[in-house]
């Protein structure tokens, strides 16, 4: 078998969520077929500035094969643009032109997959947003299976994509809300999917020692890895844990891993360390009590999948529907949903030897069970058998015409994002498993019980702690 990835960026040097995750799953497929990838020239998300040569380079065993970008983004037009699609009615025009000012515009990459499509047997398209998998998907539409990435953003809402969610040959969806947010948004239960996520190399050893000693970090102490951004919610995460400082008799430091687009509060609890290797972010993890996610938006957390590897904790932003579905489902970590909630979940953690270590295990079998390399080959594998088996009668509709583009009839993507059912999916398929351990209860109040607030993906009647006793995309790992 054939495979094409294709992706925004790529390299070993390129750790944004939605390019690391298409760099594992290359390179693991690659271990069962032959692989090729399909991306640009840009290593800068921002700008897409051609940085790397064009042409074939092999990268960590996988063929790379990359083509340059027509133009660099320009962060005034495409912030126009976005203000209109997102808050406006608006024309299929416009949300093209979006995405063309979005990027990367790179007409050389989808000229290529045109000409050479039936070369392969299927073509994985990674990051649904993005010029390269929308007209990747037309170009290659019997072939194309995709990873959509997808966050609960106003993108989602915007029409051109819900041909393409519907005429795929398979989605392979990063959670159980993503699959949902999908569904409701484009109709496509009839299109083959599955939840698969990726897994982590983590390693079988690292050594908390060595990170203590190499960086002098003494104490007990959260973890925030990735990048330091208030679209990671941050500046919340900031406020909130100064808070804990102030209200709570805690010894918890926190120690940041990632590079920084914020100023970092001087405080002699917060350290800063900047973009760590991965033998140094897996000591760190390791070392800590436990990882805190504060991100609103994720499609999969790989940091939160990590960390329960590892047997940590996780303390996540429970309004973000897939870390706090990922929290309730693995019964591996805390969540939160204002300053006195980060308060009490994190000094329970600290505090209760048993619920940390109860919440860890859980963790790490939710990971052994649904992330472990072999089940995600395996999800892999059993798709692509099951499409070569099958007819390919899925089309995806074309781009729309010259008289389709005009109409005024698209409504603001913000508008069809808010309309969504929202929540937490707390009842999914069974999937076959090791015997789990017990759950842990958190020894919190009973407010703390789970809202049941408006429409939801699931039931909210499976017995749980929910926020504060169960209880994630994809985030960067390595902070870059």
């Known amino acids: 078998m054939k495979l094409a990835v294709v992706v925004q960026r790529y390299g070993q040097a390129i750790n944004g969520g939605a390019e690391l995750h298409a760099r594992y799953i290359a390179e693991h497929l ?22 790397l040569a064009a042409g074939v380079e092999p990268t960590g065993g996988v063929s790379v094969r990359r083509f340059p970008v027509s ?25 093209l032109d979006w995405l063309d000012a979005e990027g990367p515009t790179c007409p050389a ?46 993108a989602i809402g915007l029409s051109i994509f819900k041909p393409v969610f519907r005429g795929v040959r398979a989605l392979m969806y990063n959670s159980p809300e993503e699959r949902a947010m999908i569904q409701a948004v484009a109709g496509n239960r009839d299109v083959p999917g599955v939840v698969v996520g990726i897994g982590s190399d983590v390693p ?29 919610g941050c500046n919340e995460l ?33 350290r800063h360390l900047g973009f760590l290797e991965d033998a140094d972010k897996f000591d760190a993890m390791a070392a800590a009590d436990l990882l805190i996610m504060p991100s609103y938006f994720e499609s999969l957390s790989m940091v939160a999948l990590e960390a329960w590897a590892l047997g940590k904790p996780v303390l996540a932003n429970g309004r973000c529907d897939v870390l706090k579905g990922q929290c309730i489902r693995s019964n591996g970590g805390l969540y939160y949903e204002g300053s006195d909630e980060f308060t009490a979940t994190l000094g329970a953690i600290e505090r209760n030897r048993w619920l940390s270590a109860t919440l860890g295990r859980n963790g790490r079998q939710f990971y052994r069970d649904e992330y472990d390399w072999p089940v995600v080959e395996r999800k892999y594998l059993d798709m692509l058998e099951r499409l070569s088996k099958e007819p390919a009668p899925r089309v995806v509709d074309p781009v729309p015409g010259w008289r389709d583009r005009r109409r005024q009839d698209c409504p603001p993507g913000s508008e069809v994002m808010a309309a969504l059912p929202a929540g937490p999916v707390v009842q999914v398929e069974a999937t076959p498993a090791r015997p789990r351990p017990q759950p842990a209860a958190a020894p919190l109040p009973s407010r703390n ?29 390595g902070g870059r």
């Open 30 to 51: 690659s271990r069962h077929a032959e692989v090729e990838v399909l991306t640009t020239c840009a290593t800068d998300y921002v700008t897409w500035r051609n940085e």
């Open 449 to 477: 019980a789970p809202p049941n607030r408006g429409r939801s993906w699931g039931s909210q009647n499976r017995p749980h702690d929910g926020r504060r006793a169960g209880g994630g995309g994809s985030s960067r790992t």
């Open 204 to 232: 079988q050893n690292p050594q908390p020692g060595r990170f203590r000693q190499k960086f002098d970090v003494r104490g007990p102490f959260a973890v925030y890895v990735g990048r330091v951004d208030e679209n990671k």
């Open 71 to 95: 133009h660099e983004r320009d962060p005034l037009v495409f912030g126009k643009r976005s203000e209109r699609v997102f808050g406006e009615r608006h024309s299929l025009g416009e949300e």
């Open 238 to 270: 900031f406020a909130f844990f100064q808070a804990y400082l102030r209200d709570a008799p805690g010894r918890l430091s926190l120690v940041l891993i990632g590079n920084s687009l914020l100023p970092v509060p001087s405080h002699p609890r917060i």
């Open 109 to 154: 990459l989808i000229a290529h997959l045109e000409r050479h499509a039936r070369e392969f047997d299927f073509c994985i398209f990674f990051s649904y947003r993005y010029y390269q998998s929308y007209h990747g998907v037309h170009a290659a539409s019997s072939r194309a299976v995709l990873v959509p990435t997808a966050e609960r953003d106003a």
